[in-house]
């Protein structure tokens, strides 16, 4: 998730940015300071947890439950620099139910959070920095700001309800079911169960409970909480809930794949030729086994089909045919998937993930045993240090670097990506040996060293547009590994006079060179324009049409962005923009990437190209050939015609009129496959973009 959930949802793990609205929570001084007293230590149940980051204590939750049933909180970790610090102070009635809630502070990235729940005489009212309402009581408040211990008192409250299903504030329900168990090796009574919880997120949370329904665990990959002492069993958790992931995955593609058949020809479409920006009309595709054999007029139909008696006829209904797209920045899970091809993106590149749960993710997508796009993929390395990426694939040594980039070379990776710890002075030797092996060089700008220098020593492409303002706004004493590399940014890219020499002669570099940009904006311009309390820019398009409990959450912030910093802070986004044209018109080659919520992101990302002076056509041809040659596909991928894969997408409208036409599939093809986008997404709990449309096999 991708998507902008609580820190115990997948989508709060965005390997790169992670901007994710998470909370600090301090109530009332008199009522901490009564909770602090020895009387009330004497009087509380105490439970502690850990919170690990690749196998490393990185913060902690500790749980307090006093005589009067009140659960008092504090949840912190240092991810990177950044991360949350929450106090939360939770009550309920014997059913089960919040009867009061009580946050404060601040987010991931420093947004302020004050958000208050309360029960009184049969109303129930609550406020915060996002919204504020009132209702009648007997719902589950579902905070936005909550810390994991929620996630448990709402699967206690389900499972005690007559059908494990509860209302919830502000709005929408939740469902729970037991998925699985997890035994101690040397007895036999349960000792955890994992519950998924439906309702809260486009994917089920989940949350391990002990045998008292006490929260336990909570494992997210390469992230997860624990009670102190039991981290070593974190890696059997997490088994036995990507088995329950992958099973409720598999569930939906038994349910939402269709099987094309052997030969099949999809005529009346108006094919757009991405390479040329032009549109062919009245054309038919011919395809046998998940490839395009031709692309004729639609008045040799008859012909061919004379000639082929067998052959299965799909109309398309005048509609607009389109390469599959790329998003050029994942850290893919299985629940991405089908909203990436739900969403017309039919082929990714993972910049970053453990290489042996990447490996089960995309066999699972290629059997097409799970809905989900191709996949290439970028081996990651970053070097030890208190702000390491939150991977495993973590070095001590250039020698170890080194070779790591072989082990990615034997493993077939085609690329490799470096963080912001390695040691610039890595980079050269690292380039060197990437390239010896016929892999490209990528990543973050490593911190105390520029961009010039990097691409200098040999990055073939860099990650981000913010580390090409950082090339002119950082100095030799700034670490660029803590959130500096995005305050600063925000705070002064404005300014940054992208007419200037300097700037002028980087990009001339990044032109001869060579360099590909991702500079997956769209992260960007929402992080420096979002205020809480308003709809993310990025999915303000999408966000009525997301469950209530996912719209919610795109009304948080991830920066602290108030009157005194609102102007400046639009000027460095509309910065970014700017950046981004100049690099296209000077030939640059930019990728289209996210590092955000699968699908609707790259969406987004589009149109901000869109909007910072690129055609459409042009911005079509980035997000599709463009994409495809840069990683070496463009023979195989990425435009439609004889010899490449049947990955395209219907679309009711002309993409290089408006790019936002991509908002809006009517049917996504992935070589033999046919998927309804209108059924994923209600599938997921979104409400689709355009009817849901038929097979309309002719024959």
Known sequence: MTSKMRPFSAGFLRMDLNPAPLAIRIVLTSLLLFLLSGAAQADALVRKY??????????????????????????????????????????????????????????????????????????????????????????????????????????????????????????????????????????????????????????????????NKELFALTLGWMGLIEQGQAAILPQLQELQDQAESAWNRELAAQLSETMPQAWLLRNVTVVDVEAGVLQQNRAVEVHAGRITQVLSDSEVAALVESQPGLVIVDGAGHFLVPGLWDMHTHLSLGDGLLHIAAGVTTVRDLGNEPARLAEIRAAFDANEVIGPRSYAAGFIDRKSPFSAPTGRLVDSLEEALAMVRQYSDMGYPQIKIYSSIDPEWVAPIAAEVHKHGMRLSGHIPSYMTAEQAVNDGFDEIQHVNMLFLNFLAGPEDDTRTPLRFTLVAEKAGDLDLASPEVTAFIALLQKRGTVIDPTVAIFDSMFRHRSG????????????????????????????????????????????????????????????????????????????????????DVLRIATIGAAQVVGAGDNSGSIAPGKQADFVLLAHNPLLDINAVRTPIAVYKGDRRFDPAKLYQAVGIRPFSPAASSRFEK
Do not use: C
Request: glycine share 10%; hydrophobic share 45%; aromatic share 8%.
């Open 534 to 617: 308003e709809v993310e820019p990025a999915y303000a398009v999408v966000a009525e049409h997301m469950p209530p409990a996912v719209q919610r959450s795109m009304l948080a912030g991830e920066m602290d962005i108030n009157g005194a910093n609102a102007e400046r802070y639009a000027r460095s986004a509309q910065a970014l923009l700017n950046m981004i044209l100049l690099l296209h018109q000077a030939g640059v080659h930019l990728v289209s990437g996210t590092d955000g919520l699968a699908g609707f992101t790259l969406q987004r990302e589009l149109e901000l190209y869109q909007q910072a002076g690129i055609s459409a056509a």
């Open 50 to 211: 850990d919170w690990m980051t690749a196998d490393q204590i990185s913060g902690s939750l500790n749980l307090a439950v006093a005589k009067d049933g009140s659960r008092v909180v504090d949840f912190e970790f240092n991810d990177r620099g950044r991360g949350p610090k929450l106090h939360e102070v939770l009550r309920v009635d014997e059913a089960g139910l919040l009867t009061s809630v009580e946050i404060s502070g601040h987010a991931y990235m420093g947004a302020p959070v004050d958000e208050r729940f309360a029960v009184k005489d049969g109303t129930a009212r609550w406020t915060s920095t996002l919204q504020q309402g009132t209702a009648p009581a007997g719902a589950f408040y579902w905070s936005n700001d909550g810390t994991a211990e929620e996630v448990a008192v709402l699967a206690r409250a389900l499972l005690g309800s007559e059908a494990g299903r509860l209302p919830l504030y502000p709005a929408g329900s939740a469902v729970i079911k037991r998925v699985a168990e997890y035994r101690a090796a040397d007895e036999n009574d349960v000792t955890a169960s994992l519950y998924a919880i439906g309702g809260l997120d486009l994917e089920p949370v989940y949350v391990w409970l002990d045998s």
